[in-house]
């Protein structure tokens, strides 16, 4: 089954950092390049990040730039969101997905976690 | 405010077909392929349209892609009260560097 599993989110303090995690199987991951999408609270779906299949280039949206870093292990399926500097407004479900198609075909998507940063 | 401008809602009765349209710009729209999200309530996010008109496997042919010069279209025929979602576009913006996505269009199923 073609699937990613997303870990570790939780509740934070402003300021503070956590390490998000997304196990994926099914699939050839060490082939594709990998998205983080979140979605606040009641809002519509934000573009974080993305890195390639070989995590030689990464990419990242504005407003985590410099705080927030892309990584991944093939050799464990896994892909990572280290995430410092927290404020209230990284308040989000987290998602990753396998960035399959180009233009942001992500498929599959996971089940999401959520990060809460408040104190 | 998105890159990518969808209209917030549309509605249609079960049955008919609707079209939501996705808005973008010569570095987004007009320099990648589009895809199309659909987002169930209470759900994660599933690829529906990629390469502005391909579908999926298991997604059926009542959804289809198009894409003119930096606009594209999702369209849904033959709609079911299960259609009821929130729809979004992405592509990868190519001044930025970064993936976009348009703000989401609701549809309601009446």
């Known amino acids: 089954q073609v699937q990613v599993v997303e870990s570790g989110g939780g509740v934070v303090q402003p300021g503070g950092s956590l390490r998000l995690s997304c196990v994926a199987s099914g699939f050839t991951f060490s082939t594709y390049g990998m998205h983080w999408v979140r979605q606040a609270p009641g809002k519509g779906l934000e573009w974080v990040a993305f890195i390639l299949y070989d995590g030689s280039n990464q990419y990242y949206a504005d407003s985590v730039k410099g705080r927030v870093t892309i990584s991944r292990d093939n050799s464990k399926n896994t892909l990572y969101l280290q995430m410092n500097s927290l404020r209230p407004d990284d308040t989000a479900v987290y998602y990753c997905g396998a960035g399959r198609h180009s233009g942001l075909g992500i498929d599959p998507w996971g089940q999401g976690t959520l990060v809460t940063v408040s104190s | 405010q998105s890159v990518l401008t969808q209209p917030p809602s549309v509605s249609a009765a079960p049955g008919q077909k609707v079209t939501i349209s996705c808005s973008g710009n010569?570095?987004?729209?007009?320099?990648?392929?589009v895809s199309w999200h659909r987002q169930l309530p209470g759900t994660a996010p599933k690829l529906l349209i990629y390469?502005?008109?391909r579908r999926p496997s298991g997604i059926p042919d009542r959804f289809s892609g198009s894409k003119s010069g930096t606009s594209a279209t999702l369209g849904i025929t033959r709609l079911q009260t299960g259609d009821e979602a929130d729809y979004y576009c992405?592509?990868?913006?190519?001044?930025?560097?970064?993936?976009?996505f348009g703000g989401g269009t609701k549809l309601t199923v009446l």
């Open positions: 992405a592509t990868w913006d190519n001044s930025l560097s970064a993936g976009v």
């Open positions: 390469e502005n008109t």
């Open positions: 010569s570095s987004t729209i007009g320099n990648d392929y």
